[in-house]
């Protein structure tokens, strides 16, 4: 928050230096906006892994972000998860500036508003399928309406909408590799995240799993779910609404 | 934040019917949480001054009418938008309690953090249980120790409560005067003391302390037949006294005594010595030249266990025998707890006037001979059971901390659904302390199991403090807690990038 003209509510002593540069101020259906996101590792020599990074995602976008590897990607969608930060440059995630945030508050979130899906799918192998997705919800006060007596049916709500109705009570290592990262998507879902950030989403699947899971992507996205796909398939990127490139650090939109 | 890109774009409005927006078709129906109305005051704060400027009064009612909207039910596409609304509002309302930023912090429900810290625990069952081995091992050989040892003292006590504690003995030092200082019948005058279960008086001396006895009068060359004995004599009541029994025949009685029979009862040991078993065809004995009947075998001796092996005769025979006529001790029983009253008023009862002569040797206090039993046993084997105990730690540490590497990919995951360091950390600590706990209820019940165990065997009553089998499971907690601090700790440093990547 600091850098933007701000009210100042009389119990907080937060001090607010304005910034010339930053004047953009995302409105309520930008979902994400990187404002000249520079990440330098600190190494010898230096590696600017992002440089000069311009992005916004409106809601409800279906994005695809392409590039080979080393080009910065894991980079991007770190920082993008709010698992890194920027060296310097303005995150704006769902209306709020991350740069300035504690870990607490980056951590907490990262859990609300944002929906991982990992290309290793990271489920728990020793817990159901429903204590899986319903673990998205284990880290964070309860909200009204959403006590932790009904989670167990959200979760299986979570299911249904992913199309694993049929699996309840089932362990990971009993589904195939499409069902476990449907089970990862209906776990990201469980949060209600203003983003859905997908890591290689197919890299462990085969085509035809990779066909269902991109059907759900399709069907996700057209229930205005946003959708950032971080991958190097052309197949996976096809599908999205907008493709950016990037390479050596830099972000370039992709016309079709 | 509709509220504020209203405020700030005069053509917001339109945004709400314009289709071309892919929120916008939603954005007519969204169900708002009755807690947006917060969200004015919040989301207004980036942007303030233009927001608060411009449009403090007109998004009042803006938001009025979006709020006005509520009524309709939330499709599944709103549902994160929804949230993002609901959450600003949290946002709002932890600004107003002036929490840093107003963003929430995690939080964790302590039934989560059981399930999860349980789950983990169980997700490798047969490791769990090998890892709880060191503290079980601790932790029963801790209960066994202090169990045992408090049996077995209760024990020994027992046995002293038995025999020395109501045991009085009155020794008469020699005197050369005519006069004896205690008579026989001063044992009448303790018996009717308070307390007193059986008391019998007793000479002997060193003149008799080893006196040749033979079994029968032919002295055959070669043959050695006489055995060198103490002579005693004593008052009738001399079995009961020393708590034996006869095993045959029977003791002097008060007419022997009167009449001057020369009769003797031998003890059980002299008995086997002489090579007397039994009394029915009337041995004799011949010490100093004379001739004694053999009436009865004394054995089983507890007290004053060198009588077994004595030759005892009625009081007056010894005095006319052999000059054995001066009391030299009185031997009390009491009963349990009345032997100090008893020391005291035993020698007033036998030497009125001259008590202070005589000496009482009464038992040591009984608490403090608890005590001194205690102590010896459980020293070396407490140190036994601690070390048990830190390698107990060693062991479940060395394991969490195996357990944590090997899930360092769940740590990343956990992290990314917005764990924070500390809720990884305590899930860590909660799973190792539960199996600490799990050690030390199992160490309790085997250890438990052992001491009565030990009991039945060795016919004790086993004690086992109420103290012990809750504090034990306590200390296999405390033991797992601290076993857990370092590995937690990891847990918690590790950067979720990395873990992810794992």
């Known amino acids: 928050m600091t850098g933007l003209p701000t009210s100042v509510p009389p119990d907080d002593d937060t001090v607010i230096v304005p910034r010339a540069d930053a004047v953009i101020v995302p409105d309520a259906d930008t979902v994400i906006q990187l404002v000249s996101v520079d990440r330098t590792f600190d190494s010898e020599p230096p590696v600017h892994a992002l440089r000069d990074v311009n992005l916004t995602v409106r809601r409800g976008e279906h994005l695809s972000i392409v590039g080979p590897s080393g080009s910065g990607k894991s980079t991007l969608l770190n920082t993008l998860g709010l698992l890194d930060r920027p060296t310097s440059g303005a995150y704006w995630l769902d209306g709020v500036e991350t740069n300035t945030l504690g870990d607490l508050e980056r951590t907490s979130l990262r859990g609300s508003r944002i929906g991982f899906v990992f290309q290793s799918f990271h489920l728990l192998p020793y817990r159901t399928v429903d204590e899986n997705v319903m673990l998205a919800e284990a880290y964070r006060r309860p909200r009204p309406g959403r006590g932790r007596a009904g989670r167990r049916a959200r979760a299986e709500e979570a299911l249904e909408r992913v199309g694993l109705a049929h699996r309840f009570g089932f362990r990971p290592d009993r589904l195939s590799g499409g069902e476990r990262q449907r089970v990862a998507i209906a776990r990201a879902l469980m949060s209600e995240p203003a983003l859905l ?12 799993n990779t066909e269902s899971v991109l059907d759900l992507f399709d069907q996700l996205s057209q229930q205005g779910m946003t959708l950032v796909v971080i991958t190097h398939e052309e197949a996976v990127s096809k599908r999205a609404d907008r493709r950016v490139r990037i390479s050596d650090g830099r972000l370039t939109e992709e016309s079709r | 934040m509709r509220a504020r890109s209203r405020a700030l774009d005069p053509a917001a409005p339109v945004d709400q019917t314009e289709p071309a927006d892919p929120a916008a078709p939603v954005d007519q129906a969204k169900p708002v949480d009755p807690a947006a109305s917060v969200d004015q005051a919040e989301s207004a704060d980036p942007t303030a001054p233009v927001d608060r400027a411009k449009s403090a009064d007109p998004a009042e009612p803006t938001d009025q009418a979006e709020r006005m909207d509520q009524a309709e039910p939330a499709d599944p596409p709103l549902a994160d938008r929804d949230s993002g609304r609901r959450l600003t509002a949290r946002r709002g309302r932890a600004r107003r309690r002036g929490k840093a930023r107003g963003i929430e912090r995690p939080w964790m429900d302590v039934r989560d953090l059981w399930t999860e810290a349980l789950a983990g625990v169980l997700a490798r069952p047969v490791r769990s249980a090998l890892t709880t081995l060191g503290t079980v091992l601790g932790i029963t050989t801790l209960v066994i120790t202090i169990g045992v040892s408090a049996t077995a003292g209760n024990q020994i006590v027992g046995r002293f409560d038995a025999l020395t504690a109501t045991s009085v003995t009155v020794v008469v030092p020699p005197s050369q005067d005519p006069v004896p200082l205690v008579d026989w019948s001063g044992v009448d005058a303790v018996r009717r003391l308070a307390g007193v279960v059986s008391v019998a008086a007793l000479a002997d001396s060193d003149d008799t302390a080893s006196v040749q006895v033979r079994a029968n009068d032919v002295v055959s060359p070669g043959d050695v037949t006489g055995q060198t004995m103490a002579v005693v004599g004593a008052s009738p009541t001399l079995p009961a006294a020393v708590r034996g029994r006869m095993t045959a025949g029977r003791f002097f009685d008060a007419g ?22 039994s009394i029915r065809d009337s041995p004799a004995v011949f010490l100093k030249g004379q001739a004694y009947t053999v009436i009865g075998i004394l054995g089983e001796v507890e007290r004053e266990q060198q009588l077994s092996t004595s030759v005892i005769l009625p009081p007056t025979t010894a005095e006319d025998q052999l000059d054995l006529g001066m009391v030299t001790r009185v031997l009390i029983n009491t009963a349990l707890g009345a032997a100090k009253q008893v020391a005291h008023q035993a020698p007033i009862a036998l030497a009125p006037g001259a008590e202070n002569a005589l000496a009482v040797t009464a038992p040591p206090d009984p608490v403090r001979a608890r005590k001194g039993v205690q102590g010896d046993v459980n020293g070396l084997f407490l140190v036994l059971g601690l070390v048990s105990l830190v390698v107990g730690a060693i062991g479940i540490a060395n394991v969490t901390l195996v357990t944590v590497m090997e899930r360092i990919g769940e740590i990343g995951l956990r992290r990314a659904l917005g764990a924070s360091r500390r809720q990884i950390a305590g899930q860590f600590l909660v799973e190792s302390t539960t199996i600490g706990l799990l050690g030390g209820i199992i160490g309790a019940v085997l250890g438990m199991v052992v001491v009565v165990a030990v009991s039945a065997v060795r016919d004790w009553t086993p004690v086992l403090d109420v103290r012990l089998a809750f504090g034990a499971p306590v200390a296999g907690a405390l033991v797992g807690l601290l076993a857990g601090l370092y590995p937690s700790l990891r847990a918690s440093r590790m950067e979720p990038v ?5």
């Open chain 2, 256 to 277: 022997n005594i009167a009449r001057h029979d020369r009769v003797a009862v031998l003890g059980d040991q002299a008995a086997q010595l002489l090579g007397i078993s």
């Open chain 1, 197 to 208: 950030l997908c890591d290689e989403p197919t890299g462990n699947l085969d085509s035809e």
């Open chain 2, 498 to 502: 990395d873990a992810l990547r794992s």
